[in-house]
């Protein structure tokens, strides 16, 4: 008899008893990992205020790849996908379970592309960094999804639509990234808040936008004029954001956290949708 983690969850649940929340979250520099600070603890709250998933799957700016691809292995590595960080940060292992079973199912959930199933990459940290403090005890499986940088942002918010049925399965989906991410312009005077007024103007435009529901604009944000593409340089760490809009449904509850500028051209906003 074919078993999955999707049916074990159902006889668990009512049907439609519970919508898990889809999470946009700034992930910002590796070391709000070890670091306890308004970004960290606000993540281990949000771990203890949702209902607790069956699993969370990750689509994280870190993993960019030729095809989309999800992690099917049972133990996850740990990467530690950074340089120059002191050596307790390259010394933290999160070892969250994976689930080949879940990673199966998802992958038939789609139907626009093929969803390969990886068994080589693992947890880099745009999902350990937050996960480890929503749930510390590394007990909840954790998966990746990666994200195809040959294909436009429409693209990728129109394959988050094909995932939406797994909220009412018990998984949380999160997207990693920085909705103003420019690395090139970082300033170390305001490396512990502050922010250019472009990149402050930016991010709120975009929370506008998400308020509003124009994911329109926000699928087509290089027109948004020359600020988009000051706070929006390459769309690696923007293109999560557009997965947790495609996942959005019309009775879900915005609310924004971590809403702070760091290093002048990189903010930490987040996002929950929920109902």
Do not use: C
Request: hydrophobic letters at 40%; charged letters at 20%; proline letters at 7%.
């Amino acid at each position: 008899m074919k078993s999955s983690i999707l049916s074990n969850i159902t006889r668990d649940l009512k049907p439609n008893d519970e919508i898990m929340p889809a999470l946009f979250i700034g992930h910002g520099s590796p070391m709000n990992g070890i670091e306890d600070n308004d970004f960290s603890r606000n993540w281990h709250k949000l771990g203890q205020e949702i209902t607790k998933p069956a699993a969370v799957l990750v689509i994280s700016a870190h993993w960019f790849t030729r095809g989309t691809r999800i992690t099917a292995m049972d133990s996850p590595p740990t990467i530690h996908d950074f340089g120059g960080f002191p050596p307790e940060l390259f010394a933290v292992q999160y070892p969250a379970p994976g689930d080949p079973q879940l990673a199966a199912e998802t992958a038939r959930l789609v139907h626009s592309t093929e969803i390969v199933q990886d068994h080589d990459w693992g947890l880099d940290h745009g999902a350990w960094t937050i996960v480890r403090h929503m749930y510390p005890e590394a007990n909840i499986p954790v998966l990746q999804m990666s994200i195809d940088f040959t294909k436009p942002p429409q693209y990728h918010y129109d394959l988050a639509a094909e995932l939406a049925d797994l909220r009412k399965k018990g998984v949380l989906i999160m997207g990693s990234g920085n909705m103003v991410h420019n690395l090139r312009m970082l300033s170390w005077e305001m490396i512990n808040g502050g922010g250019y007024d472009w990149a402050e103007s930016m991010n709120d435009k975009f929370k506008e936008l998400i308020t509003s529901g124009n994911h329109k604009e926000l699928i087509g944000y290089e027109k948004l004029g020359r600020e988009a593409l000051m706070a929006i340089p390459t769309p690696e760490h923007y293109l999560p954001l557009l997965y947790i809009l495609g996942l959005k449904k019309s009775n879900d509850k915005v609310s924004f956290f971590n809403d702070k500028a760091v290093g002048g051209s990189l903010t930490m906003t987040s996002v929950k949708f929920s109902q």
